[in-house]
């Protein structure tokens, strides 16, 4: 059936500018590092693209190994995109990354100049689209300078491949360093894209001074911290869960781990007296940085996408409860 958006898609969402660019972004955006691969119901999938643009999410984001299988998740998004999004393409902000493994031999993976533009060019031909939003580096490249990845960054710009250029999991210095770079060659750095959420907070750590010294955007990924900070492992691994499906644990380091879990329980109590979910008191703290231009979640289906949306309803916290989260989140 032909897909009609809601009348009302920005009547609630918060739009907030990254750093010191034109652009401003939802305060959550939407992921597609799993639940849009080839392995997934397409059905499913395209429910919570209309379900997420009907709320005011106007910012979804790729890689070119989102699926699994890689790729496929571009093929989802193009497939959809065709089918309902297109007519609203000037409504969208679609991302999209190169820095890990896409193909055998020497330029698969990483940052040269070589392997950024073939990966970009895949990228759209997989989505079908005729540019990106934002192009990123996902990972720094410890082995090729910075001026090689920056400059082929810019190259994706100026050819129209993409309109703004971004950086992920890149540290203080790094960042520093691409930001001058980007903008000696005029294509200044839009935003960063690091891990963020209360078991992993090494931005605090001086990128997001950084960021706001330099004028750039945050949007942080695993807000939720792939599913822990919600209460989905309360009560054990549910089979419908990252964590069943994948091989008994999630990628990046996060463990489903009985501390963690008993930080989980008593932060949702602060989240119950808020009168929020445990989700919802997760992605309001990651946003209450004031450089923090975006939560980018994850969903699986349609009804946690309507679970972080309504998050914007209560984003304040006093200063006993911020203590309070300190205190749990410290404790052994
Ligand atoms: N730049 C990078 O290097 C990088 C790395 C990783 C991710 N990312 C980006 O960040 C996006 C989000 O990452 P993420 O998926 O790890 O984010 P996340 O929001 O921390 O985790 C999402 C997962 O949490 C569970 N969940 C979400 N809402 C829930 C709710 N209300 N109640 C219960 N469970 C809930 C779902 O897991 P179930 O499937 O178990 O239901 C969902 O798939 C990715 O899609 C990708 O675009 C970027």
Redesign the pocket.
């Known amino acids: 059936m032909t897909y009609l958006p809601s009348d009302t898609r920005y009547d609630t969402m918060r739009y907030n500018r990254s750093g010191r660019s034109g652009l401003r972004l939802p305060a959550i955006s939407?992921?597609?590092?799993?639940?849009f691969g080839g392995v997934d119901p397409l059905e499913r999938s395209r429910a919570m693209l209309r379900r997420a643009f009907d709320l005011g999410i106007t910012h979804f984001?790729?890689?070119n190994n989102?699926g699994p299988p890689p790729g496929s998740a571009e093929d989802t998004f193009g497939m959809i995109f065709r089918q309902d999004l297109a007519p609203f393409r000037d409504e969208l902000i679609i991302s999209n990354?190169a820095?890990y493994l896409m193909w055998p031999g020497p330029y698969g993976e990483w940052g040269s100049r070589k392997y950024l533009i073939a990966s970009c060019d895949q990228s759209l031909k997989r989505t079908g689209l005729d540019y990106f939003d934002i192009f990123?580096s996902?990972?720094p490249d410890p082995r090729t300078p910075l001026e090689e990845t920056m400059g082929a960054l810019d190259f994706i710009v100026r050819s129209g491949r993409a309109l703004y250029v971004g950086i992920?999991?890149y540290d203080p210095d790094q960042t520093r360093q691409a930001a001058q770079i980007l903008r000696d060659l005029g294509t200044p750095c839009l935003i960063h894209?690091?891990?963020y959420?209360m078991f992993d907070r090494w931005i605090e750590d001086g990128l997001l001074d950084v960021l706001a010294d330099e004028g750039i955007g945050c949007i942080c990924?695993?807000?939720?911290?792939?599913?822990?900070?919600?209460?989905?492992y309360l009560d054990g691994v549910?089979d419908?869960?990252?964590?069943?499906?994948y091989e008994g644990h999630?990628?990046?380091g996060?463990k489903v781990n009985q501390d963690r879990l008993a930080k989980v329980r008593k932060l949702r109590e602060i989240a119950e007296a808020r009168g929020q979910?445990?989700?919802?008191l997760a992605i309001a703290w990651v946003l209450r940085h004031p450089g923090m231009t975006s939560?980018?979640?994850?969903?699986?289906?349609v009804?946690?996408?309507e679970?972080?949306v309504a998050t914007l309803d209560n984003l304040a916290f006093t200063e006993a409860e911020l203590s309070a989260i300190e205190g749990i989140l410290a404790g052994s």
């Not at 990924?221 to 989905?232: D, E, V």
């Not at 419908?240 to 499906?245: G, L």
């Open positions: 939407l992921g597609m590092w799993y639940n984001d790729l890689a989102y990354k820095g990123y996902h990972r992920s999991t894209q690091p891990r959420n990924f695993s807000p939720l911290a792939q599913g822990i900070l919600t209460n989905k549910p419908e869960s990252r964590s069943a499906k999630l990628h990046w996060d979910t445990m989700a919802q939560a980018l979640i994850g969903a699986s289906r009804s946690q996408i679970d972080a």
